[in-house]
């Protein structure tokens, strides 16, 4: 069954650190997200990417965050200057259509530790 | 800003019995409606959805149930397996934004 692969699975970095986590969506979706899960907290929507571009992004993405799709397969969250707030499980997922009834295929997520 | 709303945390069933996981929500935008399994240190797994245009959708041993009037959906696991043992989330979508809006999941525990 086809996966959605993310790397590094975990990653600790220094405060004010740039990361970037990596995912390899699914080979023929059109639609790529990325989710995160504080500890103990509810999955939250960061952002949504579509054809090239952001289509819609969450409060939480300021401008210490962005996404690329740098070639036909990866598909990247970089955080510039990273904060101990930023401490969370990060999932990618992508779908083929928006809303589609399978819902998306998520990743199984980095684990980013801010220290 | 919740919109979507599982209020009980947790719940702990006894093997082969049901096991019921409520979902609230307040947004009357949101026209689908899923629910995602997951395990600790893995990702949301997608389990079953319902459009906002039907009432009930079963899938073998699952079945959600939508109740529009009351903002108000259920996952209904039966019989319940020990495997079933995961958090469970809610998660809601306005098919024009794609975005899924989650609960804060329901821990089930389903014991032998």
């Known amino acids: 069954e086809p996966e959605v692969t993310q790397t590094p699975s975990h990653q600790v970095t220094q405060m004010g650190q740039e990361v970037i986590l990596r995912c390899v969506p699914i080979?023929?979706?059109?639609?790529f997200y990325w989710y995160r899960q504080i500890l103990g907290q509810k999955v939250e929507f960061l952002v949504s990417?579509?054809?090239?571009?952001?289509?819609?992004k969450s409060e939480i993405f300021d401008d210490q965050f962005s996404v690329e799709r740098p070639d036909g397969s990866n598909f990247t969250l970089k955080i510039r200057s990273t904060k101990l707030e930023d401490s969370a499980m990060y999932f990618c997922?992508?779908?083929?259509?928006?809303?589609?009834?399978?819902?998306?295929?998520f990743g199984s997520g980095t684990r980013l530790t801010v220290v | 800003d919740q919109q979507v709303k599982q209020n009980s945390p947790s719940l702990s069933v006894q093997e082969g019995r049901i096991s019921i996981l409520n979902c609230d929500y307040t947004?009357?935008?949101?026209?689908?409606f899923l629910w995602y399994k997951k395990y600790p240190a893995e990702g949301p797994t997608f389990l079953i959805s319902?459009?906002?245009?039907?009432d009930k959708n079963e899938d073998g041993r699952f079945t959600v149930f939508l109740n529009k009037s009351a903002k108000h959906l259920s996952l209904h696991i039966v019989p319940s397996q020990p495997g079933d043992s995961a958090v469970y989330f809610c998660?809601?979508?306005?098919?024009?934004?794609?975005?899924?809006?989650f609960g804060q999941g329901t821990e089930l525990s389903v014991k032998p």
């Open positions: 990417f579509y054809n090239n571009e952001i289509s819609e």
């Open positions: 997922a992508s779908s083929i259509f928006t809303g589609t009834p399978g819902g998306y295929t």
């Open positions: 319902i459009s906002s245009i039907k």
């Open positions: 998660a809601a979508s306005a098919l024009s934004g794609g975005k899924l809006i």
């Open positions: 080979s023929n979706h059109l639609y």
């Open positions: 947004n009357s935008m949101f026209d689908y």
